[in-house]
């Protein structure tokens, strides 16, 4: 997802909610966004909710969420997030489908949570993109659209395109939202607020697993690389990783140098070659989506990097 400094500007979330959503996963949602807006004393997160029709969505559990707006209207946002739960692959109407392209084509960042990803594959939307789901509906999923990328995560933020698993997972999820637009340090006090204190990483059930798989436990290095790990597609800059992390660029290239023996941005570049490598032996994406999706220019610079690093070219490893 794009890194961006919301200092000034509003940012604004449409919740699209699909009757029968987890409630659990939609606060997991949306707290976060009110505690910044409470935290900061002024409105950091414009948030509307839109029912698919009437006056208010239902969850699960029977829950109602007046509606806010409707989807179609001519309201401007920067991020829809689809909730849903129940068996989100029987969800069909064109009329929602239809409006996420819309929203697509004109570049609105979207995302689904819980079963939320799953309508959005339906939609048209997730093609070429990494993606996650609740394990509920992951196998369904896959079987319904083999094409798609599910990867068994958290969450997952790949361009313009955030999707989560559900349940608690959110909290970590809007942690790495809140980090893009104003800084890690807040998005600590918003977590802190929620005493969510073991913020986990994307790709892991738990930090821990980020710990022990790197064998440290500097706190820059560790939220370098779950910054890293969550801009696979679209490399951020030495600069801005150095200004998440809240020290300058010799610096942060001094502790990777001490704790991972290469230099910051070598350590980034084999981060995006090792998830390339699964992508050919687990999807069947083209050479060329596999080189976007991991954030190279084209398919020659994608090629001439992987075999600089395995020996061999993409092709040879599928």
């Known amino acids: 997802m794009e890194i961006s400094k919301e200092s000034e500007r509003i940012f604004r979330?449409?919740?699209?909610?699909?009757?029968?959503?987890?409630?659990?996963?939609?606060?997991?949602?949306?707290?976060?966004?009110?505690?910044?807006?409470?935290?900061?004393?002024?409105?950091?997160y414009n948030v509307r909710h839109l029912p698919v029709s009437g006056a208010s969505a239902t969850s699960s559990s029977g829950i109602k969420v007046k509606a806010q707006a409707h989807f179609g209207e001519q309201i401007d946002f920067d991020l829809v997030l689809v909730v849903a739960g129940g068996d989100p692959l029987t969800f069909r109407n064109e009329r929602v489908f239809q409006w996420l392209r819309h929203l697509s084509r004109r570049g609105i960042f979207l995302g689904g949570v819980s079963g939320g990803p799953a309508i959005l594959a339906t939609a048209g939307v997730m093609d070429g993109y990494r993606m996650t789901i609740h394990w509920e509906?992951?196998?369904?999923?896959?079987?319904?659209?083999?094409?798609?990328?599910?990867?068994?995560?958290?969450?997952?933020?790949?361009?313009?395109?955030?999707?989560?698993?559900?349940?608690?997972?959110?909290?970590?999820?809007?942690?790495?939202?809140?980090?893009?637009?104003h800084g890690s340090a807040f998005a600590r006090q918003v977590s802190d607020w929620y005493m969510h204190t073991e913020i986990r990483q994307s790709g892991e059930p738990q930090r821990a697993g980020l710990v022990e798989r790197y064998d440290t436990t500097n706190p820059a290095i560790?939220?370098?690389?779950?910054?890293?790990?969550?801009?696979?597609?679209?490399?951020?800059?030495?600069?801005?990783?150095?200004?998440?992390?809240?020290?300058?660029?010799?610096?942060?290239?001094?502790?990777?140098?001490?704790?991972?023996?290469?230099?910051?941005?070598?350590?980034?570049?084999?981060?995006?070659?090792?998830?390339?490598?699964?992508?050919?032996?687990?999807?069947?994406?083209?050479?060329?989506?596999?080189?976007?999706?991991?954030?190279?220019?084209?398919?020659?610079?994608?090629?001439?990097?992987?075999?600089?690093?395995?020996?061999?070219?993409?092709?040879?490893?599928?």
Do not use: W
Not at 16 to 24: C, K, P, Q, V
Not at 163 to 175: E, N, Q, R, S, V
Not at 254 to 282: G, N, P, V
């Open 13 to 44: 979330v449409g919740i699209l909610l699909i009757d029968g959503f987890a409630l659990m996963s939609y606060s997991a949602t949306v707290e976060p966004l009110r505690a910044a807006n409470h935290l900061a004393g002024r409105t950091l």
């Open 137 to 181: 509906h992951a196998a369904a999923l896959s079987e319904a659209l083999p094409s798609l990328i599910v990867e068994q995560s958290l969450y997952v933020m790949d361009r313009q395109r955030i999707t989560c698993a559900g349940g608690t997972a959110p909290l970590d999820m809007m942690h790495a939202l809140i980090t893009a637009h």
């Open 222 to 318: 560790i939220s370098t690389i779950e910054v890293m790990e969550n801009h696979i597609a679209d490399p951020l800059a030495l600069e801005q990783l150095a200004e998440l992390a809240g020290m300058g660029t010799r610096q942060l290239n001094r502790l990777f140098q001490i704790k991972m023996q290469q230099s910051t941005m070598a350590f980034y570049r084999q981060r995006r070659l090792e998830k390339s490598r699964q992508l050919l032996t687990q999807s069947t994406l083209s050479v060329t989506q596999i080189a976007l999706a991991t954030g190279f220019a084209g398919s020659a610079h994608f090629s001439n990097a992987f075999r600089s690093k395995y020996g061999v070219t993409p092709t040879a490893i599928r």
